[in-house]
Protein backbone atom coordinates (compact mmCIF):
# COMPACT_ATOMS: atom_id res chain seq x y z
CA UNK A 1 0.00 0.00 0.00
CA UNK A 2 2.81 2.27 0.67
CA UNK A 3 4.20 2.08 -2.92
CA UNK A 4 0.24 2.79 -4.31
CA UNK A 5 0.87 6.05 -1.65
CA UNK A 6 4.34 6.88 -3.07
CA UNK A 7 3.41 6.99 -6.64
CA UNK A 8 -0.06 8.53 -6.54
CA UNK A 9 1.79 11.73 -5.22
CA UNK A 10 4.66 11.45 -7.04
CA UNK A 11 2.40 10.70 -10.30
CA UNK A 12 -0.44 13.24 -9.42
CA UNK A 13 2.40 15.81 -8.54
CA UNK A 14 4.23 15.58 -11.73
CA UNK A 15 1.49 16.05 -13.65
CA UNK A 16 0.56 19.14 -11.02
CA UNK A 17 3.74 20.60 -11.43
CA UNK A 18 3.96 19.96 -16.00
CA UNK A 19 0.44 21.62 -16.14
CA UNK A 20 0.77 24.87 -13.46
CA UNK A 21 4.36 25.16 -15.07
CA UNK A 22 2.06 25.48 -17.80
CA UNK A 23 -0.26 27.74 -16.52
CA UNK A 24 2.22 30.03 -14.90
CA UNK A 25 4.67 30.34 -18.18
CA UNK A 26 2.11 29.85 -21.55
CA UNK A 27 -0.32 32.36 -21.06
CA UNK A 28 -1.17 33.16 -24.56
CA UNK A 29 -2.13 37.19 -23.64
CA UNK A 30 1.87 37.39 -22.63
CA UNK A 31 2.67 36.64 -25.93
CA UNK A 32 2.67 37.90 -29.53
CA UNK A 33 1.53 35.10 -31.44
CA UNK A 34 4.99 35.11 -33.86
CA UNK A 35 6.47 34.31 -29.86
CA UNK A 36 3.81 32.29 -28.94
CA UNK A 37 2.84 29.39 -31.90
CA UNK A 38 6.87 28.22 -31.46
CA UNK A 39 6.60 28.11 -28.43
CA UNK A 40 3.49 25.67 -28.12
CA UNK A 41 3.72 23.94 -31.20
CA UNK A 42 7.38 22.74 -29.21
CA UNK A 43 5.60 22.58 -26.40
CA UNK A 44 2.32 20.38 -27.88
CA UNK A 45 5.01 17.71 -29.35
CA UNK A 46 6.92 17.10 -26.26
CA UNK A 47 3.84 16.35 -23.89
CA UNK A 48 1.12 15.40 -26.25
CA UNK A 49 1.70 11.76 -26.00
CA UNK A 50 3.49 11.33 -22.51
CA UNK A 51 1.05 13.64 -20.75
CA UNK A 52 -1.90 11.41 -21.36
CA UNK A 53 -0.28 7.99 -20.56
CA UNK A 54 0.73 9.75 -16.91
CA UNK A 55 -2.65 10.85 -16.10
CA UNK A 56 -3.72 7.41 -17.27
CA UNK A 57 -1.51 5.62 -14.79
CA UNK A 58 -2.19 8.36 -11.92
CA UNK A 59 -6.21 7.55 -12.04
CA UNK A 60 -5.46 3.87 -12.31
CA UNK A 61 -3.62 4.54 -8.83
CA UNK A 62 -6.40 6.11 -7.40
CA UNK A 63 -9.13 3.72 -8.53
CA UNK A 64 -6.85 1.18 -6.76
CA UNK A 65 -6.59 3.60 -3.52
CA UNK A 66 -10.07 3.58 -3.45
CA UNK A 67 -10.14 -0.05 -3.88
CA UNK A 68 -7.83 -0.33 -0.67
CA UNK A 69 -9.58 2.37 1.22
CA UNK A 70 -13.19 0.60 1.40
CA UNK A 71 -13.56 0.08 5.52
CA UNK A 72 -12.16 3.87 5.35
CA UNK A 73 -15.66 5.54 4.42
CA UNK A 74 -14.03 9.11 4.14
CA UNK A 75 -10.82 8.13 2.54
CA UNK A 76 -12.43 6.43 0.26
CA UNK A 77 -14.67 9.26 -0.75
CA UNK A 78 -12.33 11.28 -1.25
CA UNK A 79 -10.07 8.79 -3.33
CA UNK A 80 -13.63 8.97 -5.35
CA UNK A 81 -13.63 12.41 -5.76
CA UNK A 82 -9.98 12.34 -6.21
CA UNK A 83 -10.04 9.68 -9.26
CA UNK A 84 -13.38 11.57 -10.82
CA UNK A 85 -11.00 14.70 -11.17
CA UNK A 86 -8.31 13.01 -12.76
CA UNK A 87 -10.77 11.52 -14.98
CA UNK A 88 -12.93 14.91 -15.55
CA UNK A 89 -8.94 15.93 -16.41
CA UNK A 90 -8.07 13.15 -18.48
CA UNK A 91 -11.60 13.91 -20.54
CA UNK A 92 -10.88 17.67 -20.89
CA UNK A 93 -7.66 16.80 -22.28
CA UNK A 94 -8.65 14.22 -24.97
CA UNK A 95 -11.88 15.86 -25.86
CA UNK A 96 -11.32 19.52 -25.86
CA UNK A 97 -7.19 20.43 -25.64
CA UNK A 98 -6.10 17.87 -27.91
CA UNK A 99 -8.58 18.91 -30.65
CA UNK A 100 -7.63 22.54 -30.75
CA UNK A 101 -3.65 21.47 -30.66
CA UNK A 102 -3.95 19.29 -33.22
CA UNK A 103 -5.32 22.67 -34.94
CA UNK A 104 -2.41 24.85 -33.70
CA UNK A 105 0.30 22.48 -35.16
CA UNK A 106 -0.93 22.41 -38.32
CA UNK A 107 -0.40 26.73 -38.00
CA UNK A 108 2.26 28.89 -39.49
CA UNK A 109 2.81 32.52 -40.07
CA UNK A 110 1.40 32.36 -43.56
CA UNK A 111 -1.63 29.51 -43.00
CA UNK A 112 -2.94 30.95 -39.75
CA UNK A 113 -6.66 30.97 -39.72
CA UNK A 114 -8.85 34.46 -39.45
CA UNK A 115 -10.33 33.62 -36.26
CA UNK A 116 -7.42 31.96 -34.55
CA UNK A 117 -7.47 34.46 -31.19
CA UNK A 118 -10.94 32.36 -30.15
CA UNK A 119 -9.03 29.17 -30.53
CA UNK A 120 -6.27 29.97 -28.80
CA UNK A 121 -8.77 31.72 -26.28
CA UNK A 122 -10.90 28.52 -25.71
CA UNK A 123 -7.69 26.00 -25.60
CA UNK A 124 -6.60 28.11 -23.04
CA UNK A 125 -9.76 27.81 -21.30
CA UNK A 126 -9.76 24.00 -21.12
CA UNK A 127 -5.77 24.14 -20.38
CA UNK A 128 -7.03 26.26 -16.77
CA UNK A 129 -10.12 23.69 -16.23
CA UNK A 130 -7.64 20.54 -16.75
CA UNK A 131 -5.03 22.33 -14.38
CA UNK A 132 -7.90 23.00 -11.77
CA UNK A 133 -9.21 19.44 -11.68
CA UNK A 134 -5.53 17.72 -11.68
CA UNK A 135 -4.50 20.54 -8.84
CA UNK A 136 -7.33 19.81 -6.38
CA UNK A 137 -7.16 16.07 -7.19
CA UNK A 138 -3.62 15.99 -5.86
CA UNK A 139 -4.56 17.77 -2.94
CA UNK A 140 -7.03 15.42 -1.93
CA UNK A 141 -4.42 12.31 -2.94
CA UNK A 142 -1.77 14.19 -0.67
CA UNK A 143 -4.03 14.72 2.26
CA UNK A 144 -5.97 11.43 2.46
CA UNK A 145 -2.45 9.88 1.90
CA UNK A 146 -0.67 10.98 4.23
CA UNK A 147 -3.41 11.87 7.32
CA UNK A 148 -4.57 8.43 7.05
CA UNK A 149 -2.71 4.91 9.07
CA UNK A 150 -1.38 2.32 7.15
CA UNK A 151 -3.67 -0.21 6.72
CA UNK A 152 -3.63 -3.78 6.31
CA UNK A 153 -4.12 -5.52 3.10
CA UNK A 154 -6.77 -8.43 3.16
Request: net charge negative.
Amino acid sequence: MQLIRYFNILLTGIISGILIGIWIGLNPSDFSFAAYLPVQQKLISDLYNFLPWLQVSALILCIISVLQHKKQRLVFIGFIVASILLACSLLIAQFAVHPLHDQMMNWTAGTLPAQWEPIVRESWQYQQWQTMAVLLAFSIIVWYSLSEPEIESE
